[in-house]
């Protein structure tokens, strides 16, 4: 029996291996791209190390890609076969992967959970814990799952700073964001290179819309966030959506075809940071040109992957908005999986993921009375989806242009006053406002 860098017994055959493991969950908690070859590393050192086995999976799922979760569920077989002598933390965790392989979110999130109430300072399950709830919609949690470990750490522990960058977020998530502040500052003061903290200060600037200052921070950090992995792009979004703010649309273009643009990249992520800031121009009244045509040539090779609803919105934007039959295949595939799957996102995506994707459709083809009534009664049910506020805000500004566009004027009105009192000085805010007729 050995220990993780933070005196948790885990199971192995030599001392390289659970080096090679420490580095793949610190490379995972620092989201770079040496995860894999970390992982490689642990498998060349332990062929059969139960944690080893349970990562894979969970990488699998992470990628949230259809065609991996059945490499997924084969790497919880092997997990859970070889944890048969392991730790009870082990096969907790190897179960954790088998739930979730299966579309069982909620059952591998209490099992993160119960892992932790053992083993508070099991900072892998208290990064995915902190991921399923986000993709959950449940901010309370994201903030709590971590902050209720709090007096299990302290700042000598490894991996303490990305156990505040966590914290920061769930604090901006639950609007808290003089403490997300101090927790996001602490995190980066620790490791400059935690792109999860940097990006947290990133959404507290967003939300209190405060370009100039969010673009300052982004920049500021640049060398810490450009090292990550494909989620750099991520940040690169955030720093774009301040520039729209700012309306200086001409640079949200050149970042977007110089900086965001990745023409190899098939990462989920990249794909909605890419529909998200392409439409948001475009409600910004800008012209993006053909640049959703090679958007929605990589979306349509994921139409019948329904991994995550929230990602499936996305593609239904990027679909719909050129000529042809894939954002069809995409909402027959949402249908048929929703009515069909037991899988835990199966019910979201009909309960919300089906009813959004085809206001979304409808925007995209003019039809904005249908998206009014489709998604008035959604509207305060969007964070079930998942993601983060200013994510999801694309859908609040969908409905918005859509209740302008309709004639629905009151209903237009009503929506932007609710707007201007969160951020009144923002530009888009305003320029609606004017328009409807609304006093600012």
């Given at each position: 029996?050995?220990?993780d860098?933070r005196?948790?017994?885990?199971?192995?055959?030599s001392s390289d291996a659970i080096?090679?493991?420490?580095?793949?969950?610190?490379?995972?908690?620092?989201i770079?791209p040496?995860?894999?070859?970390?992982l490689k590393?642990?498998?060349?050192?332990?062929?059969?190390?139960?944690?080893?086995?349970t990562?894979?999976?969970?990488f699998?799922?992470l990628?949230?890609?259809?065609?991996?979760?059945e490499?997924?569920?084969?790497?919880?077989?092997d997990?859970?076969?070889f944890?048969?002598?392991a730790?009870?933390?082990?096969?907790?965790?190897?179960?954790?992967?088998t739930?979730?392989?299966h579309?069982?979110?909620g059952a591998?999130?209490?099992?993160w959970?119960?892992?932790?109430?053992e083993e508070?300072?099991d900072?892998?399950?208290?990064?995915?814990?902190?991921?399923?709830?986000?993709?959950?919609g449940?901010?309370?949690?994201?903030?709590?799952t971590?902050?209720?470990?709090?007096?299990?750490?302290?700042?000598?522990?490894?991996?303490?700073?990305y156990v505040?960058?966590?914290?920061?977020?769930?604090?901006?998530?639950?609007?808290n964001y003089?403490a997300a502040l101090?927790?996001?500052?602490?995190?980066?003061e620790?490791?400059?290179?935690?792109?999860?903290?940097?990006?947290?200060?990133a959404?507290?600037?967003?939300?209190?819309d405060?370009?100039?200052a969010?673009?300052d921070?982004?920049?500021?950090n640049k060398?810490?966030w450009r090292s990550s992995?494909n989620f750099?792009n991520?940040?690169?979004?955030?720093q774009?959506l301040?520039?729209?703010d700012?309306?200086d649309?001409?640079e949200?273009?050149?970042?977007?075809?110089e900086e965001?643009?990745?023409?190899?990249?098939d990462?989920?992520?990249?794909l909605v940071n890419d529909?998200a800031v392409?439409l948001?121009?475009?409600?910004?009244?800008q012209d993006?040109?053909?640049?959703w045509q090679?958007?929605?040539?990589?979306c349509?090779?994921?139409?019948?992957d329904?991994a995550?609803a929230?990602?499936?919105?996305h593609?239904a934007?990027s679909l719909s908005?050129?000529?042809g039959?894939d954002?069809?295949?995409?909402l027959?595939a949402?249908?048929?999986?929703?009515?069909?799957?037991s899988?835990?996102n199966a019910?979201i995506t009909g309960?919300?993921g089906l009813?959004?994707?085809h206001a979304?459709?409808?925007?995209?083809?003019?039809?904005?009375?249908a998206?009014?009534?489709?998604?008035m009664?959604l509207?305060?049910?969007?964070h079930?989806?998942?993601?983060?506020?200013a994510?999801?805000?694309?859908?609040?500004?969908?409905l918005?242009?859509?209740?302008?566009?309709?004639?629905?004027?009151n209903?237009a009105?009503?929506?932007?006053?609710e707007?201007?009192?969160?951020a009144?000085q923002?530009?888009?805010?305003?320029?609606c406002a004017?328009e409807i007729?609304?006093?600012v």
């Open positions: 029996m050995f220990h860098c005196g948790l017994e885990i199971t192995a055959t080096t090679a493991f420490d580095q793949t969950v610190d490379s995972y908690l620092g770079k040496e995860a894999a070859p970390n590393a642990t498998f060349e050192a332990d062929p059969e190390m139960p944690m080893a086995h990562m894979k999976s969970y699998f799922m990628m949230a890609t259809g065609p991996l979760k490499r997924s569920r084969k790497a919880a077989a997990a859970a076969k944890a048969q002598a730790t009870k933390r082990e096969q907790m965790h190897a179960e954790a992967a739930h979730w392989s579309g069982r979110k591998a999130l209490a099992t959970e119960t892992i932790l109430e508070p300072r900072i892998l399950a208290l990064r995915l814990a902190h991921h399923g709830h986000f993709y959950e449940d901010g309370q949690n994201l903030r709590d971590v902050t209720r470990r709090m007096f299990a750490w302290n700042s000598d522990m490894a991996g303490y700073g505040k960058g966590m914290q920061a977020f769930g604090f901006e998530e639950t609007h003089d101090l927790a996001g500052h602490e995190a980066v620790i490791n400059g290179h935690d792109a999860w903290a940097i990006h947290a200060v959404h507290v600037h967003e939300m209190r405060e370009a100039t969010g673009i921070w982004i920049k500021k060398v810490g992995n750099r991520h940040v690169q979004w955030h774009m301040m520039y729209l700012q309306q649309y001409a949200v273009l050149r970042q977007y075809d965001l643009w990745d023409a190899e990249s990462e989920y992520l990249d529909a392409l948001r121009l475009e409600l910004h009244g993006v040109g053909d640049r090679a958007l929605a040539e990589k349509k090779d994921h139409t019948t329904q995550l929230f990602i499936d919105v593609h934007i908005s050129v000529p039959d954002v069809k295949v995409l027959d949402m249908e048929s999986y929703a009515s069909e799957s899988d835990d019910e309960a919300i009813p959004l994707a979304l459709v409808a925007h995209r083809a003019g039809d904005h009375g998206v009014v009534d489709l998604l009664p509207r305060y049910r969007f079930l989806l998942g993601g983060s506020h994510q999801r805000d694309l859908f609040a500004m969908v918005i242009n859509s209740a302008m566009a309709s004639g629905r004027t209903v009105k009503m929506l932007i006053s707007r201007l009192a969160r009144p923002n530009a888009w805010n305003l320029n004017r007729g609304v006093a």
